[in-house]
C-alpha cells in the first residue's frame, strides 16, 4: 500500500476543503460563486479521510469527476492543480490496492495464515513491551504515541477485508 499516496491525497482533498471555505468567506464575488460551487461538490461527498483506503478512493474518484465539472471555478481559485495532484495521487492508491489484492490471490494456501501467526507473536511482543514502558515512563509524548497507535489499529480493523477481526490487544492507559 503506498501510504505516501495515500498522505498526498488526503492533503490535497483537505487542502481543497479549505481553502474553498476561505474563499467562499473572504473572496471577490466571482471567487465566492466560484467556491460555493466547489463547497456544494465537496459537501454532497462528505469524504472522511480516515475511512477505509479502497472506499475512500471510490468517493474520491466520484468527486474528482464531479469537480472536473466545475474546473473553471477551480480555476477562479487558483486551486486547479489540487485537483490533478488529488487525481494523480488517488489514482496511486487505486493501483497500489489491485497490486494488493493481486499478490494476496497469488499466495499459496496455509502461506498466508502462517505469516499471520508469525506477525501475531511479533505484534503480541510489541504491545507488551509498550505496556511495559507506560507503566515504567509516563510522559506526553508516550501518551501521544500510544493515542496515534490506537488510532492506527482502528483505522486498520476498519479495513478487515474476509474475515472476522482477532481480538488483537491494544494499549491502553
Known sequence: MSFCANYKRDRA???IKVITAAFADTGTDQQKAAAERVKAVVRNYNIDVNTAFDQESALLTNAIADLEKVAADLETLHIANLLTDLKTANEDVKRSLAERNKERSETENGQLKAARAES???????VLYLNAKNVLSETAEFDTFIRQWNANI???RAQDFTAAAPSEPT???
Request: hydrophobic share 45%; proline share 0%.
Open 154 to 156: 482502528a483505522r486498520v
Open 120 to 126: 501475531d507473536r511479533c505484534y503480541d511482543a510489541v
Open 171 to 173: 494499549i491502553v492507559k
Open 13 to 15: 482533498w483537505g487542502s
